[in-house]
């Protein structure tokens, strides 16, 4: 079912305005089925895999208006998604699949940062090598951070290595998007002065030359990135989604490498970084994540970020439901005037333990109502809680549209459990 989203959502909409796709899914199964439409579209391709850590990774749900103040008793951890595999050839496979796939969507111009730490990323060089070109190798980048923890038995191992390549020699690459003004900080050996324009320099002589460093100049970051942490505890940033990346690291390598308009693609989505950071740079974007709290998460982040346009969340595995079948939803239905419906939730059960609250909308992480048309479910009016809004609507109001089509409610509780309920 593909779930359509904006501010007011036109069912008769044919989506020529998409500013952005999530499909759940695996990467390499959806990348073989987007081949026929998106074949040479994209610009960039950003790809943070499991690093074959061998571990499990988690998402924290926050439940009801205590768990998103900050109540630490109205938190539950979901695994979101498993970086366990049989053997190392089972990764290399996966990865070799999704590298050869994204290769082919790749415009000639596009390029394609690839994410990992030092267990793969050797392997993984040969292996990009081998799909990309050796001659289209551009950079090993360095995400060095300073995160708590110290080994000792060898030096700690305190940075990721981002790959990067390029589809062929006309990539697009704007590093000056990406410069940051020089500033006023001292510098040793070097005399502070002012031009004929007033701007301010500093500057040195050398073999008998003088050397200027303006100020408002701009510097363009090398392949060390030591100037961007990772995201603290409280960062307002985080979603609760393990292995989260900063907006800043994902803003160098897509201000870099795309101009205002282009497609930028993520196959491990994970919480919507890169969708979130292209958004907001009016970039559009093409994202898969097989994990269902990662598709939940995005959704929620882009949904605070549109503004024009609508994006698409397809899972395959969302069914119709009808009213007599879902006992766990009730609603009210009513006319608020002669142009407008209003539903409004009046209980919903879910049958999981821990029992957390007495409240059913506490159990309720998000919902939406909408209209079903040609298998698409245009989004009218959602809810959902945040930080700065901790509290969720019991009721939502849905335009009576003049078209042959039939009203639905969207449901996702705080188990990840999620229903499509066609109102009768
Ligand atoms: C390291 S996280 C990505 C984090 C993301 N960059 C962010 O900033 O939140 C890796 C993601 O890959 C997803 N994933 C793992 N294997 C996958 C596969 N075969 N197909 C699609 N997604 C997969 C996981 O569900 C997880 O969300």
């Known amino acids: ?23 759940k899914g695996d990467a390499a199964t959806e990348l073989m089925i987007l081949q026929d439409h998106w074949q040479g579209k994209l610009q960039m391709i950003y790809l943070d895999p499991p690093f074959f850590t061998g571990n499990a990774f988690y998402f924290k749900q926050r439940i009801g208006e205590k768990g998103w103040e900050g109540d630490t008793k109205y938190i539950i951890t979901h695994q979101a998604y498993s970086d366990q595999w049989i053997d190392r050839a089972s990764f290399v496979n996966m990865l070799r699949q999704v590298l050869t796939l994204s290769h082919k969507l790749l415009k000639p111009e596009g390029s394609l940062f690839l994410h990992l730490d030092y267990r793969f990323s050797p392997h993984a060089r040969l292996l990009m090598d081998e799909i990309f070109g050796e001659e289209n190798f551009l950079n090993e980048i360095i995400w060095a951070y300073r995160t708590g923890g110290r080994a000792k038995r060898h030096f700690s191992r305190k940075h990721d290595t981002i790959l990067f390549y390029r589809k062929s020699n006309q990539h697009f690459f704007d590093p000056e998007a990406v410069g940051k003004p020089r500033g006023p900080l001292k510098r040793n050996n070097m005399k502070r002065q002012k031009d004929k324009d007033g701007r301010i320099f500093w500057s040195i002589r050398s073999g008998g030359k003088e050397y200027r460093y303006y100020e408002d100049s701009i510097i363009i970051p090398s392949d060390v990135w ?17 292995t989260q990346k900063p907006e800043s690291l994902l803003e160098r390598m897509v201000l870099s490498t795309t101009r205002q308009g282009d497609w930028v693609g993520d196959f491990f ?27 939940y998460v995005s959704r929620k982040r882009l949904l605070q970020l549109i503004s024009e346009g609508f994006f698409v969340f397809s899972d395959s595995s969302l069914k119709i439901t009808n009213s007599s079948d879902s006992s766990n939803v009730l609603y009210t239905v009513s006319f608020s005037d002669k142009n407008t419906i209003k539903v ?20 309720v992480d998000f919902w939406s109502v909408g209209y079903i048309n040609s298998d698409r479910y245009f989004v009218q009016d959602y ?42």
């Open 383 to 424: 809810t959902f809680r945040t930080h700065t809004n901790p509290f969720i609507k019991q009721e939502l109001a849905i335009p009576i549209i003049e078209v042959k089509s039939e009203i639905a409610v969207h449901i996702v509780d705080i188990y990840g459990k999620q229903s499509l309920i066609i109102i009768r």
């Open 226 to 242: 030591d100037d961007i942490s990772h995201l603290q505890q409280k960062d307002p940033e985080r979603t609760g989604y393990d």
């Open 1 to 23: 079912m593909d779930l359509y989203y904006a501010e007011k959502c036109s069912i008769k909409n044919t989506g020529k305005n998409i500013t952005g796709h999530f499909i």
């Open 344 to 363: 409004k939730l009046v209980d919903y059960s879910c049958k999981q333990i821990p029992c957390l609250s007495n409240n059913f909308l506490d159990y």
């Open 269 to 295: 989505a994970g919480s919507g970084t890169t969708l979130a950071v292209a958004q907001k740079n009016g970039r559009k974007w093409l994202a898969v994540d097989k994990s269902v709290f990662s598709m």
